[in-house]
């Protein structure tokens, strides 16, 4: 079974910099897309990044030149480094996996994906 567990998040200041981590384990595809979504209260999930098992990555406009999604596929892990960071980046943040191209499906959707980690809490403070 998969399981994801995210961490890295925090309190930051505005223009700081997290790193955000996913742990995967009970993957077996050999081919998947992996993404991070953020989530603040009343408001819908949403897309920010996702990374294709071989490489090739997607960004939402709003995490373009700021974020920077990459993989460990060794280790099965999953990373976002966030720079600049604002206050209205602030959200829970979700890794997901879904056993399917990137570009086959819209990534920043969160119903087509099909295990989801627990969240970790990134606060960015002005």
């Known amino acids: 079974q998969v399981q994801l567990v995210e961490s890295g998040g925090g309190p930051v200041q505005a223009g700081g910099s997290l790193r955000l981590s996913c742990a995967a384990s009970?993957?077996?595809?050999?081919?998947?897309?992996m993404g991070w979504f953020r989530q603040t209260p009343g408001k819908e999930r949403e897309g920010v990044a996702a990374?294709?098992?071989?490489?090739?990555?997607v960004y939402d406009d709003s995490a373009k030149g700021r974020f920077t999604i990459s993989h460990d596929n060794a280790k099965s892990a999953l990373f976002l480094q966030m720079n600049g960071l604002k206050p209205e980046d602030t959200a829970m943040y979700y890794c997901?996996?879904?056993?399917?191209?990137?570009?086959?499906?819209?990534?920043?959707?969160?119903?087509?994906?099909?295990?989801w980690g627990q969240g970790t809490q990134v606060t960015v403070s002005s």
């Open positions: 997901a996996i879904q056993p399917q191209l990137c570009t086959a499906f819209p990534w920043y959707l969160p119903n087509w994906y099909s295990y």
């Open positions: 990374i294709h098992s071989s490489g090739s990555t």
């Open positions: 009970g993957i077996t595809y050999t081919s998947y897309c």
